[in-house]
């Protein structure tokens, strides 16, 4: 039983890491597509003009850059395209500044053969992913630990369980009545369980001892006067007068009473 629950909530671990990851993770890719898809739409909606003027403007949560199809940068806010990126799928990706932000960006293929990248502070959406993610990690470390504890706890059950069958089984085997169960913590319930049954058993021995006491002492008290009625039977034997054989069988009936 302790493995099968262990295995129920080892699936269930699995499922929830990767539910919470899952979530998380759909959760940042989202929201990043999103706002840049609306920005993208925003942006490709001007004429080219318009389009250099706002891209070049300094701007804290967004950068852009408009490059030729040689790749030789045409208009924007930033120097270079970034280099160490971590893909986010669906062409997105991850890059951070030296100031420690994260941005979210895409590069757009435009029709005249150039590229616009845009690029979003998704700063607070990293975050929020990073929280998300860390509390799937605390669950699944709390469930581990459920798991284990769990696991100890039915291990320490049957074996002391286990030690009280034992030595019921040796003391009817045997009929050892001093033996006693090992009581090696007196916390727990089945402590208190084995203290109890080994002052039953200390009861049941002493009652016991002393049946065999009183066995004892009417085997000792019978001794002598069956001794006395034997040599009186063996001295009948020997008694040739009938009427003093009658007076003998008189008294020993006296002394059988």
Not at 30 to 40: D, N
Not at 51 to 59: D, E, G, K, Y
Not at 160 to 170: F, V, Y
């Amino acid at each position: 039983m302790a493995l099968f629950f262990a295995a129920q909530l080892g699936l269930a671990v699995i499922i929830l890491g990767y539910f919470g990851y899952y979530f998380a993770r759909g959760y940042l890719m989202q929201g990043a597509e999103e706002t840049l898809a609306t920005e993208a739409r925003y942006l490709l909606a001007m004429p080219a003009a318009d389009l250099r003027q706002n891209i070049s403007a300094p701007a804290d949560r967004r950068f852009y850059m408009l490059r030729d199809g040689d790749g030789k940068k045409i208009a924007g806010n930033i120097g270079a395209v970034p280099v160490n990126v971590a893909d986010i799928g669906n062409g997105n990706f991850l890059f951070s500044p030296a100031d420690g932000r994260r941005f979210a960006a895409r590069i757009y293929a435009l029709d005249n053969g150039q590229s616009l990248l845009i690029a979003i502070d998704v700063t607070k959406t990293v975050r929020d992913f990073n929280f998300m993610l860390g509390l799937s990690v605390l669950s699944i470390v709390l469930m581990l630990t459920v798991i284990g504890t769990s696991f100890l706890i039915s291990v320490f059950v049957v074996s002391r369980t286990n030690r009280i069958a034992l030595t019921a089984r040796d003391i009817m085997d045997n009929g050892n009545l001093s033996a006693r169960i090992v009581v090696d913590s007196k916390w727990d319930d089945l402590g208190y369980v084995s203290g109890v049954l080994n002052a039953f058993l200390a009861r049941i021995e002493n009652l016991v001892e002393g049946v065999r006491r009183v066995s004892d002492n009417i085997a000792h008290d019978l001794r002598t006067p069956l001794t006395r009625l034997k040599n009186s039977l063996e001295s009948l034997k020997d008694t040739t007068e009938e009427h003093a054989a009658l007076e003998k069988v008189d008294e020993l009936m006296k002394d059988c009473d």
